[in-house]
């Protein structure tokens, strides 16, 4: 056990690192402030002096998770190209970031209501690189963004929760860039459904 100058130099950062590994490995169930405290290797009262409640601990985590994510899809956004090229760049670093993070994951997305631990402005900023996808050009399709965020995070929540698998035999496969060559063959800039993106 720590000791109470050990406790004492126990940074929130460091407590919201060890809850976020504790959230992967046991899932939201299994991360209790006495779980923590054991993974930390001191006593659970001492957590209060960090975190007010397990509730807020779960924000910490969502808001440190989804600074995470925009800062992957920000750096994919970078990287320039076509719009066609860019969704699916963003596409393919969301559901790794899905996959590498299955619990964060749905701790960001997956609760409804009060029970949520994203706050909408962060989750709006995560995702920013997929609506902002059009509107740097003129005559700019003002939903395509939403739309193809709206189809990626559904496919990787059927993917993450092995959908794919019961209703088709795979992991989901090329699906995704399948769904994507769809969904932007259908847009031009213009909004019309003959020019690629």
């Known amino acids: 056990m720590l000791d109470m100058a050990q406790i004492g130099r126990l940074e929130q950062g460091q407590t919201v690192a060890h809850a976020r ?14 779980a923590l405290a054991r993974s930390l290797g001191v006593k659970a009262p001492s957590l209060y002096f960090h975190v007010e409640s397990r509730d807020d601990l779960l924000r910490e985590i969502a ?20 719009v066609h090229e860019r ?15 299955p619990e964060l ?13 994203g706050d909408a402005a962060d989750v709006e900023a995560a995702v920013g690189p997929f609506t902002r996808l059009l509107v740097e050009q003129r005559g700019q ?3 395509l963004g ?3 965020w709206a189809f990626v995070h559904g496919y990787t929540v059927l993917k993450l929760a ?13 699906g995704l860039d399948i769904g994507l060559d769809a969904i932007l063959g259908g847009w031009s800039v213009e909004g019309g459904r003959d020019a690629r993106l």
Do not use: W
């Open 21 to 34: 590994a504790l959230l992967e490995a046991e899932g939201r169930e299994g991360l209790t402030m006495r």
């Open 105 to 117: 994951f749905r701790l960001l997305f997956e609760s409804a209501g009060d029970e949520r631990s």
């Open 162 to 174: 092995r959908q794919f698998e019961a209703l088709v035999g795979t992991d989901g496969g090329p």
């Open 63 to 82: 808001k440190a998770g989804l600074a995470e994510l925009r800062t992957t899809l920000e750096r994919a956004e970078a990287t320039g190209g076509g």
């Open 87 to 101: 969704a699916k760049r963003l596409a393919a670093e969301y559901q790794a970031f899905a996959e590498r993070n």
């Open 146 to 148: 939403p739309t193809v």
């Open 141 to 143: 399709a003002p939903m």
